[in-house]
């Protein structure tokens, strides 16, 4: 489109994981000592992980990457009930399942590498870089996986989780309908029971991500439903498990089921990734779990999946911040303000310019602090020896899963539109692909629960539900990582005073909602957005002070190297830009109730 | 696309301009006792501009707010060189012109209706947010019309004036080049004189919006280019008409002239503006006013369109926050989180989309409130009876400029995102035309100057230029307005405290610049974005807050109007989660220089 000229065009099929960060997180931020001493990580050792990092970056960079902007400009065609995936993605595909990289933090029980969340999330992370759009599908996979994991039969997992753990078969969470998004106490969807213990199924599901498409050969739709006699409300909503193909008892495949793509829909962004509407009518299903007991089920496959879609907003924005650095290295434009010469220069030379990458970068890097932070205690939430361990480290983990779903989703829609900006005008032509991802990161603080159900998740269940206990042994964590701050040199002492700043914030807050939420949820729910982006904003900016105090540590006894230095000043730009919003949110959420309430909207 | 289900859609052709709100604020907040007692405006009354602005709100709502989404879809189309607008664009461009709408703000002289920027500030405004993409068209020809007015001969201004007031005619700006963006010294483009007094024009332009198109009769193209001797820089550019066709000497059309489109771009945004690259060669141009002086007059017809841009914002801030108003007004799902109902209820009851709403409502507000103000002082400016007045308005109004066009254009990125939110799922499926909004806005911060460029301006030549005198006088009118809240009810006190915790953050900042910029100019200009939005959240906030006084005295002499009663709520909201943010930007001024210094990209 764009002819007749020399400006640079981005190279959209470029992307090198940050292999090396993610394995200094894994060695720092995730308590690696204690998860490794698990009997169930019993000989795995740094070395192998790096191993497995860097054949799954190469994987990433070489064969997803390069998808991404073709398959975003073809997008997922719908044709008379069936969806064909863009070009190369089905033959890619096919090399994932052949990798095995479906398998990788799954039970060796069915065929999975057994690894911990700690490694599994820098996987997710690397694959949704390369392209949000493809990694859906496993993604959901992955959910479906758990929820089997979690309420299937022997029986169900016997026929079903080896193809899923392969990636051969692929998942999806089947919640929506028109009347119900948020609300799952409004599903309608049926569930008749017939004759030989399956159920019918009947109604509309829509926003169905892989509902339809041709990578796997086989879909196992997650789907909820009510039975006759079912409760109203969330209490009567039920789990079946729904085949595209029926399964033999050999587990051969069998004939279609009477579930049909009868559209998908045209988005903003991820468009290579089908997005359907299914019409199940008395297709059949199988109950997973006990009946009416669905909603828990879907929680827990819910609770990986939102997890699961922050990573996609680190990803998302390492893709963006390589892409942008990658132009303002390349593109030569204005002297410079200090003077130096008369002569154009590369934009990184320019100061807007280094403050946007600065702030990008930090994004990037204290969301997949936060988000290996949280994987380390989900492993010991499911594997630690002892009971009260395994409590602690999941009600630290789940306070933590709406942190990385909000604070990582909505810094995902920052760093991409400020990769546009550094692109200037050539940003917001499509084909330099900066633009691809402002409009794929849109939909993550939406999907898999908006930012305000995160928030609400936060503030009630994670907060309220046990007085404040787990927000402040956060807090407490947080004042001893301050103490070693002020023991340190100068830079450390600084990124100790913004910590403490915000930390304080944070308590101030958390003490106001113990105090008023009861007596005024109105109020303070007006309020919990600010909140989880002040707590998702205070933990990346501990955790990227916990990585300059162990980049200190590595330096001095001996290691310096760029990274490490680079860390460091990461880890003060977070500090001195981005910590200071802390005390902004506390604001809005101390001062900002009346103003709020004030409002009428009539 | 979306098919089968009862899923409500937003209505994307529903929009109503805030004529109540543009009529507050000019009676209120662009010293309008002042403007409408210059010999200019005699006679013009607050009644007559409130009948012009229903009429062209009717004009806007009813045939242009209805081609947005249809416009966007379609996209203008490019074959072999001709643009085709797409479907009722070119109709609808004709009656804008029957109807006199282009004419409003220009000289009668010229068939101009001659009234204030202050009066045309609000309609261009209203026919942005009524479809962006349309309203492009005539933004460019008010700028051509500018830099006619600036530096055309009298044998110019008669040949195309009145033809470009009318609309008849388009202008356009032919700045950029594919290696000169945002640095105009890199111009390449040729213009050799020829014997008879023109000039050949040779030379290739991007990104020139309406370059080509087929709803104005000609096309006046403002073109950038140099003459053979011209010196290297900015110091050898000069300004150049070359018409799309020639004019003969009774104005008849002629000759297409040697200027062809050659492509068009594919956007992420305002697809139905055609973007497109112009191949000069050996075009037939006409100088305008003196060699090598082009860049003082672009400079000129920028600074207006710099403003308009501003004004675009604050247009589609108003559309999108009006769309997911409707949207939380219709839709239902969940019951309320104060238990009162176990009901599902319309979301616009859920505090964090009220929150959201309010936000959106109080920028676009205070970004109209910001333009509104600056609008007086540029009536002032070219008006006011003594040479000091003048030059005194000129300086506030140069100093404001930046921020209307940086401040109002990121707000509005930040209000688009905050529409799609609203509408949950919805907003990322494009039919629901929220998303429209989040695509068309990201240029906005990018063209005529990204807000680095603005903000550089505002740091260099509006700031450290003067010493300071212009930023500490706005700040003195900032106190005297403290006073006056701080004299008031406990509301207007309680703004007065935040609008005086910004203002001082915006004097420190000041200070620190005047005292630092010299000696470390990267440093300081690292800060001029944080500056810029600093600068603009406190006049957007300083002027809700004379709104609120405003319309705290109309209601105590006994006119309450709930138009009245909001302005208070959405004044106050403004200053509760708003104005807080200041602080913030302050704090990374001054103490995060060392930490984006220390950074190193290599």
């Known amino acids: 489109m764009y002819g007749a000229t020399q400006m640079p065009i981005g190279d959209t099929t ?5 292999t090396q960060d993610m394995l200094f997180n894994i ?20 070395d192998d992980i790096g191993a497995v990092l860097e054949e799954y970056s190469r994987f990433c960079g070489e064969i997803i990457a390069p998808l991404n902007a073709s398959g975003d400009q073809t997008g997922a065609q719908y044709n008379a009930g069936r969806v064909t995936m863009p070009g190369g993605f089905t033959e890619a595909y096919a090399q994932f399942v052949e990798m095995g990289w479906q398998s990788l933090q799954h039970p060796e029980a069915f065929g999975g590498q057994g690894l911990p969340r700690s490694v599994g999330a820098a996987a997710t992370e690397m694959l949704n870089a390369a392209n949000m759009s493809f990694a859906l599908c496993p993604l959901l996979t992955d959910g ?3 929820a089997l994991l979690t309420a299937g039969s022997d029986a169900q997992k016997q026929t079903y989780l080896a193809n899923l753990t392969s990636g051969k078969w692929s998942g999806t969470m089947n919640l929506t309908e028109p009347q119900a998004g948020s609300d799952l106490a409004l599903v309608k969807s049926k569930a008749v029971p017939n004759d030989d213990g399956t159920y019918a199924i009947t109604g509309t599901k829509i926003f169905i991500t892989y509902g339809e498409h041709d990578m796997s050969e086989n879909t196992v739709h997650l789907v909820l439903a009510r039975t006759p006699d079912a409760p109203a409300g969330v209490k009567g909503i039920s789990l079946f498990l729904v085949p595209k193909f029926m399964v033999d008892e050999s587990g051969a495949l069998g004939d279609r089921n009477a579930v049909q793509c009868v559209s998908i829909e045209h988005k903003l962004g991820i468009s290579a990734s089908p997005t359907a509407v299914l019409q199940f009518e008395n297709a059949t299903g199988f109950l997973i779990g006990d009946e009416n007991a669905g909603l828990s089920y879907m929680f827990e496959m819910m609770n990986s999946a939102r997890y699961a879609v922050g990573l996609q907003g680190v990803g ?20 410079p303000v200090d003077g130096s010469t008369r002569e154009a220069v590369t934009i990184i030379h320019h100061p807007d310019v280094r403050r946007l990458l600065a702030r990008m970068q930090a994004l990037a890097e204290g969301g997949r602090a936060l988000a290996a932070f949280t994987a380390g205690w989900q492993d010991l939430a499911r594997h630690a020896a002892s009971e009260g361990d395994r409590a602690e480290a ?3 983990s789940e306070f933590l899963t709406p942190l990385v779903k909000g604070y990582c989703t909505e810094s995902a829609i920052d760093v991409a539109s400020a990769g546009v900006q550094v692109h200037g005008g050539m940003g917001f032509i499509e084909e330099t692909g900066a633009a691809q991802h402002y409009r794929d990161a849109r939909i993550l603080p939406i999907y898999e629960g908006t930012t305000a159900i995160q928030a609400n998740d936060l503030i009630g269940r994670k907060t309220l539900r046990d007085g404040g206990r787990t927000a402040l042994a956060l807090a407490a964590m947080i004042k001893s990582t301050e103490a070693d701050l002020a023991a340190g040199d100068p830079i450390a002492q600084s990124v100790g005073k913004q910590l403490s700043t915000a930390r ?15 007596q005024n949820p109105g109020a303070a729910y007006g309020g919990s957005v600010p909140y989880l982006m002040l707590a998702g904003n205070l933990v990346s900016g501990w955790q990227m002070a916990r990585a300059l105090l162990a980049a200190q540590t590595e330096i001095s006894s001996g290691n310096s190297t760029p990274f490490l230095k680079a860390k460091i000043a990461t880890a003060r730009f977070y500090a001195d830009h ?19 309430l004030a409002l009428d909207f009539a």
Do not use: C, N
């Open 504 to 518: 304080a914030a944070f308590e101030t807050v958390v003490a106001h909602f113990l105090a008023t939420a009861k």
């Open 14 to 18: 470029m992307f090198t994981a940050p």
């Open 27 to 46: 060695t720092h931020l995730t308590q690696w000592d204690k998860i490794s001493a698990l009997p169930q990580y019993d000989g795995l050792d740094l």
């Open 316 to 335: 998302i924005a390492e893709r963006a911040f390589q892409q942008a650095l990658a132009f303002a290295k390349d593109r030569v434009q204005s002297a």
């Open 394 to 396: 999941s009600a630290i």
């Open 144 to 146: 479906a996986i758990e």
């Open 578 to 596: 981005i910590l200071v919003e802390a005390e902004t949110q506390k604001h809005r959420i101390t001062g900002g109730e009346d103003s709020l």
